[in-house]
């Protein structure tokens, strides 16, 4: 993806706001913080927002905001970015995996159901909404309702997703998000947001990203040191406004691969009925996945792998952790097969284009 190019086109008011925090003589957690919170909160309905360092504390402070912590069992997915089984351990929980649905990528709740029958006293799950695709929460939160456990969505790659007319984040009992650049809500550096519907674990949050104060100097609990700072929020206020246009633009470059791709010998992505994918990634699947990215490479054209290795199969994580009884063969399978083609709401028609004939003529 070009990083560059939302600067390129609305650089004026970048720099505007930029500027009006350097001259503040206030840079972090101050009232570009504040308002950020409160605008994205309300942007996505999301309740109440804290903003923080990045998305991996935000999601180990959206478990900590529940009360989830040392030695309690966290179930969640091997497919995903490293940082959410990472998130688990930092507050020294234990994670669990879960398979994923073999065709939409997320948690798949048949899974859970016989992790939570084979392994005793999880406490949390954490559904990654992974490439901007939705999990199925109705299918989560029927596994998790009726034995108290909690639900916590990663929204890192999945900022004004959609199931039916609620945005993700604002389903389950609290919610991260990640602003790293390249997500569909990145700032110019590091950033991250916790969100829940239930305030009093936003005031949690609020504490333990400060050492734990509620009165300055005054640790109730002990914290960390996880802030959101005043010029990444200033960026993201200005960034917000420009969300559900981008969001959109990811979705029309998402049909047009569609149509152009179709008829190949190439898994498209599907939308879950009566979900609104917002396409952080646009993720294909092929058995010969490695010789069609080294073919595409050669024609200038680059693409992804989200993710070549299950977290399970990592060094740091491999043999240690349990999964589900029935292994993780669909988590295996995707890690062996995806691609993901370039995306980012910049990206031209005619670049779409010259990617979809490249891609037809290497499959
Ligand atoms: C699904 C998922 N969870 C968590 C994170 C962690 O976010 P960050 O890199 O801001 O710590 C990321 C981003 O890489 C992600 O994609």
Partial sequence: MDLKAFYDQHGAEVDAAV????????????????????????????????????????LMLALRGLGVGPGDRVATVSHTAV???????????????????????TLSP??????????????????????GQPADMAGILDVCRPRGIWVVEDC???????????????????????????????AFGDGGAVSARNPSVIETVRCLRQYGWRERYISDVPGYNSRLD?????????????????????????????????GLNLVLP??????????HQYVVRHPERDR????????????NIHYPVPVHLQPAYRGRLAADPDG???????AREVLSLPMYPELEDKAVDRVIEAVRSVV
């Fill in 19 to 58: 500027a009006r925090v350097l001259s503040s003589g206030w840079y972090i957690l101050g009232k570009e913080v504040e308002a950020f919170e409160a605008a994205f909160a309300s942007e996505l309905d999301l309740g109440t927002a804290a903003g923080v360092g990045n998305g991996t504390d935000a």
């Fill in 83 to 105: 940082a959410t089984v990472a998130a688990v351990e930092l507050i020294g929980a234990v994670p669990i995996f879960v398979d994923i649905d073999p065709i939409f990528f």
């Fill in 110 to 131: 048949q899974s859970l159901a016989r992790c939570v029958e084979s392994v005793d006293g999880i406490k949390a799950v954490v559904a990654v909404h992974l490439y």
């Fill in 156 to 186: 890192a790659q999945a900022h004004g997703a959609r199931i039916g007319a609620t945005t993700v984040g604002g389903i389950g009992d609290s919610a991260s998000f990640s602003f790293y650049p390249t997500k569909n809500l990145g």
């Fill in 230 to 262: 005043e010029l990444q929020a200033s960026i993201l206020n200005v960034k917000l406004g420009y969300l559900a246009e981008g969001n959109k633009r990811r979705r029309a470059i998402a049909a047009r691969y569609q149509t152009g791709l179709s």
């Fill in 270 to 279: 599907q939308e879950a009925p009566g979900t609104t994918h917002v396409y």
């Fill in 292 to 303: 069609i990215a080294a073919e595409l490479r050669s024609v200038g054209i680059g693409t």
């Fill in 328 to 334: 993780l063969l669909a988590t295996e399978a995707a």
